[in-house]
C-alpha cells in the first residue's frame, strides 16, 4: 500500500493543485458518497466471506458447511487469510466495520489517482461527481456494484486494479503489474479485466502487433496445455454443463448469462458503449482517447466471449470466469469520458449544448430509456459533427430536449427503488446525497470557483465528510436479544462439527454458534463452481421447501419465478412434521425450531434444549429410533 502512494501519489497527486476548495470538493463528494452509501453490517455476499475468514480460523467445522464442502472460491483468494487475522484481532462484527471503512477510503482514493492520471480540471470533476453519484451497479440484474459498502475482496481488488492502471498511464509498467498481481491474488476475477485492458492498449499503441498478436496465441496454447493436462481450474475449459447442472446454476445465478440479462442491463451496455465512441471521437488523441477505444474494446471482446462461452457453448471454465464483470471498470472509465464530453460540449454552441442534455438525460434515466437516449445523442452528434455543421436547432426540437430532460429527471427520482436496490429497498439518503453531490459539483463548475463563493466550498466539504462518516457509526442488529440468550448453552449442547438448521438463521448459525449451516439460498451461490454443490443444495433447499421454508426457494431472489413460487409456499409443518421430514437426512444433525406458532405444540419428541423461544432437536436420536417416547 505505502509502495503504491509513494509511487502514485509523488507523480500524480503532487502534480494537482491541491487548495483548499480542491479539497473541499473532494471532501464533499467523499462524504455525500459513503452517506448514500452507508456501512449496514454483514449482509449480502459479506456474509459469504466473512464465512470464508471463519473457516481459516475453524477449519473442520466449516469444511464440512455445504457452501465449502464440494469445494469453493476461498482457495483462489488470499483475502480470507487477511480477513481471518482481523476478525481473530477485532471480532466477527468490528473486523468487517474496520475492513470496509478502510477499503472504502482506499477505493475512493484510488479512484481520484486513476481519474487525475489522465484527467484535470473541469472534465475531472464531473467525472468523480457522475462515478460516485451514479448508480454503481454494472451487471445484467443490479447484483454486483463497484465501491461496495459491505465488506468483499471485491472492494479492494477494484482499488488495486484503479491504482495499477494510473500507473500504467504514467509508463510505470513493473509497478503497474505488481499492482495488477496483486488485485489478482485479491480477487482473480475482478482483477481479469486490467490485463485485458493494457493489452488492448499496449496492442493499439504498438507498431509490432503482430509480435504481440503472437504472445496472445501463445498464452492461449498454454492454457489449452493446462487444460488437457487437468490442472485445476483451466480443466473446467474442456467441460460443457450437463442439464441437471445447468437448470440449478440458471435457477440461482442467471445474471451469469447475458440472454438472462434485463432489458434495463442491455440499455445500460449500449450507454456505454455510446459513452466510450463519443470520447474516442471527441477527445484529442491521448492518454483518454486510447483508454476510450481500448475500453470499448474491451466491452465488446468480453461480452462477445460470455455470450459465446456461457450462453451458446455452455462452457464450465468460461462460465465461472463471468467475464462481463470487467464492466465495473469498464463503466469507470465511461463515466471518466462522459466527464470529458459534457464539458467540452458544454463550451460549444446550442447544438452542442442539445448533445450534452441528451447525455445528461441518459444518466438520469438509468434505466431501459438510458441506452436508445444514448444512441440518439450519438446520432445528433453524427448528424451535426459530420455532415451538417451549420444545422441549427429549431426553438421545438430545443423544447423537446429540455422536455427529456425534466422527464428523465422525474423518472430518476420516482424510480430511485430500481437504481439503487440491492436487497433491502431505497432509502432517502441515497436520493438525497447523490442529488446533492451532483447540483454542488455543477453549481462549483458554473460558478467557476470564483473567490467569494470558492470559501465557503471547503468547510461545506469538511462538513458533508463528517456526515458521511457518521453513517458508518450504526448498523442494524443482525439478530434480536432472545435469539443471542441461548447461544452459549447451545455451543455447549451441539458438537463442532455439527451440522445445523434453524430457519432464516445461516447467520446465526455461522456467526455466533459457529457451526456449519445445513442449507440456505444463499450458500447455494457456490452451484456455479461446482456441480456437485449444485446437485445436493437442490436435493436440501427442495426438502427445505416441502417443510413449509422460505429458505428452500430453488431460485435467486431477483428472478420473478422467486416471488411466483414464493406465493405458492406449502404450509408449514408443525414441529413433529418438521423433524420427522428433515432429520431423516443424515447430513443435518440438529434442527432448532422457534416456540411459536405451529412449533408451540409438544412435540412427540424430546428436545435436547428449550427455552422460553426456542427447541432444539437431535435428529441422530430420532434416525437411531432412541427419541421415539411421547413427551409429556
Given at each position: 500500500?505505502?509502495?503504491?502512494?509513494?509511487?502514485?501519489?509523488?507523480?500524480?497527486?503532487?502534480?494537482?493543485?491541491?487548495?483548499?476548495?480542491?479539497?473541499?470538493?473532494?471532501?464533499?463528494?467523499?462524504?455525500?458518497?459513503?452517506?448514500?452509501?452507508?456501512?449496514?453490517?454483514?449482509?449480502?455476499?459479506?456474509?459469504?466471506?466473512?464465512?470464508?475468514?471463519?473457516?481459516?480460523?475453524?477449519?473442520?467445522?466449516?469444511?464440512?458447511?455445504?457452501?465449502?464442502?464440494?469445494?469453493?472460491?476461498?482457495?483462489?483468494?488470499?483475502?480470507?487469510?487477511?480477513?481471518?487475522?482481523?476478525?481473530?484481532?477485532?471480532?466477527?462484527?468490528?473486523?468487517?466495520?474496520?475492513?470496509?471503512?478502510?477499503?472504502k477510503?482506499?477505493?475512493?482514493?484510488?479512484?481520484?489517482?486513476?481519474?487525475?492520471?489522465?484527467?484535470?480540471?473541469?472534465?475531472?470533476?464531473?467525472?468523480?461527481?457522475?462515478?460516485?453519484?451514479?448508480?454503481?451497479?454494472?451487471?445484467?440484474?443490479?447484483?454486483?456494484?463497484?465501491?461496495?459498502?459491505?465488506?468483499?475482496?471485491?472492494l479492494?481488488?477494484?482499488?488495486?486494479?484503479?491504482?495499477?492502471?494510473?500507473?500504467?498511464?504514467?509508463?510505470?509498467?513493473?509497478?503497474?503489474?505488481?499492482?495488477?498481481?496483486?488485485?489478482?491474488?485479491?480477487?482473480?476475477?475482478?482483477?481479469?479485466?486490467?490485463?485485458?485492458?493494457?493489452?488492448?492498449?499496449?496492442?493499439?499503441?504498438?507498431e509490432?502487433?503482430?509480435?504481440?498478436?503472437?504472445?496472445?496465441f501463445?498464452?492461449?496454447?498454454?492454457?489449452?496445455?493446462?487444460?488437457?493436462?487437468?490442472?485445476?481450474?483451466?480443466?473446467?475449459?474442456?467441460?460443457?454443463?450437463?442439464?441437471?447442472?445447468?437448470t440449478?446454476?440458471?435457477?440461482?445465478?442467471?445474471?451469469?448469462?447475458?440472454?438472462?440479462?434485463?432489458?434495463?442491463?442491455?440499455?445500460?451496455?449500449?450507454?456505454?458503449?455510446?459513452?466510450?465512441?463519443?470520447?474516442?471521437?471527441?477527445?484529442?488523441?491521448?492518454?483518454?482517447?486510447?483508454?476510450?477505444?481500448?475500453?470499448?474494446?474491451?466491452?465488446?471482446?468480453?461480452l462477445?466471449?460470455?455470450?459465446?462461452?456461457?450462453?451458446v457453448?455452455?462452457?464450465?471454465?468460461?462460465?465461472?470466469?463471468?467475464?462481463?464483470?470487467?464492466?465495473?471498470?469498464?463503466?469507470?472509465?465511461?463515466?471518466?469520458?462522459?466527464?470529458?464530453?459534457?464539458?467540452?460540449?458544454?463550451?460549444?454552441?446550442?447544438?452542442?449544448?442539445?448533445?450534452?442534455?441528451?447525455?445528461?438525460?441518459?444518466?438520469?434515466?438509468a434505466?431501459?430509456?438510458?441506452?436508445?437516449?444514448a444512441?440518439?445523442?450519438?446520432?445528433?452528434?453524427?448528424?451535426?459533427?459530420?455532415?451538417?455543421?451549420?444545422?441549427?436547432?429549431?426553438?421545438?426540437?430545443?423544447?423537446?430536449?429540455?422536455?427529456?430532460?425534466?422527464?428523465?429527471?422525474?423518472?430518476?427520482?420516482?424510480?430511485?427503488?430500481?437504481s439503487?436496490?440491492?436487497?433491502?429497498?431505497?432509502?432517502?439518503?441515497?436520493?438525497?446525497?447523490?442529488?446533492?453531490?451532483?447540483?454542488?459539483?455543477?453549481?462549483?463548475?458554473?460558478?467557476n470557483?470564483?473567490?467569494?463563493?470558492?470559501?465557503?466550498?471547503?468547510?461545506?466539504?469538511?462538513?458533508?465528510?463528517?456526515?458521511?462518516?457518521?453513517?458508518?457509526?450504526?448498523?442494524?442488529?443482525?439478530?434480536?436479544?432472545?435469539?443471542?440468550?441461548?447461544?452459549?448453552?447451545?455451543?455447549?449442547?451441539?458438537?463442532?462439527?455439527?451440522?445445523?438448521?434453524?430457519?432464516?438463521?445461516?447467520?446465526?448459525?455461522?456467526f455466533?454458534?459457529?457451526?456449519?449451516?445445513?442449507?440456505?439460498?444463499l450458500?447455494?451461490?457456490?452451484?456455479?463452481?461446482?456441480?456437485?454443490?449444485?446437485?445436493?443444495?437442490?436435493?436440501?433447499?427442495?426438502?427445505?421447501?416441502?417443510?413449509?421454508?422460505?429458505?428452500?426457494?430453488?431460485?435467486?431472489?431477483?428472478?420473478?419465478?422467486?416471488?411466483?413460487?414464493?406465493?405458492?409456499?406449502?404450509?408449514?409443518?408443525?414441529?413433529?412434521?418438521?423433524?420427522?421430514?428433515?432429520?431423516?437426512?443424515?447430513?443435518?444433525?440438529?434442527?432448532?425450531?422457534?416456540?411459536?406458532?405451529?412449533?408451540?405444540?409438544?412435540?412427540?419428541?424430546?428436545?435436547?434444549?428449550?427455552?422460553?423461544?426456542?427447541?432444539?432437536?437431535?435428529?441422530?436420536?430420532?434416525?437411531?429410533?432412541?427419541?421415539?417416547?411421547?413427551?409429556?
Amino acid at each position: 500500500m505505502k509502495f503504491l502512494i509513494r509511487r502514485v501519489g509523488t507523480h500524480v497527486l503532487t502534480e494537482a493543485r491541491w487548495r483548499p476548495k480542491e479539497l473541499g470538493l473532494i471532501l464533499f463528494m467523499l462524504g455525500a458518497w459513503l452517506a448514500a452509501r452507508p456501512y449496514d453490517g454483514i449482509w449480502h455476499d459479506s456474509i459469504l466471506y466473512t464465512a470464508q475468514a471463519l473457516k481459516v480460523l475453524n477449519p473442520s467445522t466449516f469444511s464440512r458447511d455445504l457452501f465449502f464442502f464440494y469445494g469453493s472460491q476461498d482457495q483462489y483468494t488470499i483475502f480470507p487469510v487477511l480477513h481471518a487475522y482481523a476478525i481473530d484481532a477485532f471480532g466477527i462484527y468490528p473486523a468487517a466495520k474496520i475492513l470496509t471503512v478502510f477499503g472504502k477510503f482506499l477505493w475512493f482514493l484510488c479512484l481520484v489517482v486513476f481519474y487525475l492520471s489522465f484527467l484535470s480540471g473541469a472534465a475531472f470533476w464531473t467525472a468523480l461527481a457522475i462515478a460516485t453519484s451514479y448508480s454503481p451497479f454494472f451487471d445484467g440484474h443490479e447484483v454486483f456494484s463497484y465501491g461496495e459498502q459491505f465488506l468483499t475482496s471485491r472492494l479492494y481488488a477494484e482499488a488495486f486494479v484503479m491504482g495499477s492502471l494510473a500507473l500504467f498511464l504514467r509508463n510505470r509498467m513493473l509497478a503497474g503489474a505488481i499492482g495488477i498481481i496483486i488485485a489478482a491474488l485479491l480477487h482473480p476475477l475482478i482483477a481479469l479485466i486490467a490485463p485485458v485492458l493494457v493489452g488492448i492498449m499496449v496492442l493499439f499503441r504498438s507498431e509490432r502487433k503482430a509480435g504481440i498478436l503472437l504472445l496472445f496465441f501463445i498464452f492461449a496454447g498454454l492454457i489449452m496445455v493446462l487444460a488437457a493436462c487437468g490442472i485445476s481450474p483451466f480443466e473446467q475449459l474442456l467441460k460443457t454443463h450437463d442439464s441437471a447442472w445447468l437448470t440449478v446454476v440458471k435457477n440461482r445465478n442467471p445474471y451469469v448469462f447475458i440472454g438472462e440479462w434485463s432489458v434495463e442491463g442491455i440499455s445500460r451496455v449500449v450507454m456505454l458503449a455510446v459513452v466510450l465512441l463519443l470520447t474516442f471521437m471527441t477527445v484529442e488523441r491521448g492518454k483518454g482517447g486510447l483508454l476510450a477505444l481500448a475500453a470499448l474494446g474491451a466491452l465488446s471482446l468480453l461480452l462477445f466471449a460470455t455470450w459465446l462461452g456461457s450462453d451458446v457453448l455452455n462452457n464450465v471454465l468460461l462460465t465461472q470466469l463471468q467475464l462481463w464483470r470487467g464492466l465495473w471498470l469498464i463503466q469507470l472509465v465511461a463515466w471518466a469520458g462522459l466527464g470529458h464530453v459534457i464539458i467540452s460540449m458544454a463550451k460549444g454552441g446550442d447544438n452542442q449544448k442539445m448533445l450534452v442534455i441528451l447525455l445528461v438525460s441518459a444518466l438520469l434515466l438509468a434505466g431501459a430509456g438510458s441506452g436508445p437516449l444514448a444512441i440518439l445523442a450519438l446520432l445528433l452528434y453524427l448528424w451535426i459533427e459530420r455532415y451538417h455543421q451549420n444545422w441549427k436547432a429549431s426553438v421545438i426540437a430545443k423544447t423537446i430536449v429540455l422536455f427529456v430532460l425534466v422527464v428523465s429527471l422525474l423518472v430518476n427520482i420516482l424510480m430511485m427503488e430500481l437504481s439503487f436496490r440491492i436487497w433491502d429497498g431505497p432509502s432517502w439518503h441515497m436520493l438525497f446525497f447523490n442529488m446533492l453531490s451532483v447540483v454542488f459539483i455543477v453549481g462549483v463548475l458554473l460558478i467557476n470557483f470564483r473567490k467569494k463563493i470558492a470559501t465557503l466550498i471547503f468547510p461545506v466539504g469538511v462538513s458533508v465528510f463528517f456526515v458521511g462518516a457518521a453513517s458508518f457509526i450504526g448498523e442494524k442488529p443482525s439478530h434480536n436479544a432472545t435469539d443471542l440468550a441461548a447461544v452459549e448453552e447451545l455451543q455447549r449442547v451441539i458438537p463442532p462439527t455439527a451440522t445445523v438448521f434453524k430457519p432464516g438463521g445461516l447467520a446465526y448459525n455461522w456467526f455466533y454458534l459457529q457451526r456449519a449451516n445445513y442449507a440456505s439460498g444463499l450458500q447455494a451461490a457456490g452451484v456455479l463452481f461446482s456441480r456437485e454443490t449444485a446437485i445436493e443444495s437442490n436435493r436440501r433447499l427442495d426438502l427445505l421447501w416441502s417443510a413449509g421454508f422460505h429458505d428452500g426457494n430453488p431460485y435467486w431472489p431477483g428472478m420473478k419465478e422467486w416471488s411466483t413460487v414464493l406465493s405458492q409456499l406449502p404450509d408449514e409443518l408443525p414441529a413433529r412434521e418438521v423433524i420427522e421430514h428433515l432429520c431423516h437426512d443424515d447430513k443435518l444433525d440438529y434442527l432448532i425450531l422457534p416456540r411459536s406458532g405451529l412449533h408451540e405444540q409438544v412435540s412427540m419428541y424430546t428436545a435436547s434444549y428449550e427455552d422460553k423461544h426456542l427447541r432444539l432437536y437431535d435428529c441422530a436420536l430420532f434416525r437411531t429410533g432412541l427419541d421415539l417416547k411421547k413427551s409429556t
